[in-house]
């Protein structure tokens, strides 16, 4: 059987990543690794569906069991993606998909060089800007880290091997659709 394949979708918080995914997911059939965070849940975000919601000290003593494929703080939270349901996916021949942050996306490509990594921006940074504070659920302060790093972020764009732009959702789960038929037909 063939393997199935790895691909990280990365970009700026609110540029519609998890949008795009969850419409992909619906017509189609891959696993999206669900990650572990030290931050607070948001309101409707349900441990072990959203996130796997842990302290400072279980986050770290899962760091020591070396259980995550790949970890990054940011805005002073953790997240790492587990290591465990990706490999015996991948071995069914399942897609997996990944939706982390830059630093992340660099260690699994790393570690793991076939993965496919997809950069989605939106269409303008002050769209960026309008989706984190419609969202609502961070601080003033934390609005402003988040802005400051989409702009580190979109720097790291060299190192992807696809970027989408997220204007029009179908649109932009298209691509990503087309993205994955054409690496999975890859010689
Ligand atoms: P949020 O707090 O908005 O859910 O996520 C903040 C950022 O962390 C987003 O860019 C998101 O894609 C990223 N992220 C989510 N899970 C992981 C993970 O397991 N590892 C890494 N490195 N980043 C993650």
Redesign the pocket.
């Known amino acids: 059987m063939k393997k199935g394949k790895l691909f990280v979708i990365?970009?700026?918080?609110g540029v519609g990543?998890d949008t795009i995914v969850n419409e992909y997911l619906k017509e189609n059939d891959a696993h999206l690794?669900v990650?572990?965070?030290t931050?607070n849940p948001r309101e409707g975000e349900i441990h072990g569906i959203h996130?796997y919601f842990y302290t400072n000290e279980e986050f770290e003593d899962r760091i020591k069991k070396d259980d995550f494929l790949?970890?990054?703080t940011?805005?002073n939270?953790y997240?790492?993606?587990p290591k465990s349901k990706i490999e015996e996916k991948l071995n069914e021949g399942i897609n997996v998909i990944?939706?982390?942050?830059v630093?992340?996306?660099k260690i699994v490509k790393e570690k793991l060089p076939e993965t496919v990594l997809i950069f989605v921006l939106a269409p303008s940074m002050e769209e960026v800007k309008k989706r984190i504070i419609a969202r609502g659920s961070e601080t003033k302060e934390q609005i402003i880290t988040r802005f400051k790093t989409a702009y580190q972020e979109i720097n790291e764009i060299p190192k992807y091997n696809y970027v989408v732009i997220n204007d029009i959702v179908s649109s932009a789960v298209k691509k990503i659709e087309s993205i994955l038929i054409s690496e999975k037909c890859r010689v």
Do not use: F, H
């Open positions: 990365s970009g700026p918080s990543k690794s990650s572990a965070t931050r996130y790949e970890y990054a940011y805005n939270c997240y790492g993606t990944l939706v982390i942050e630093q992340g996306a």
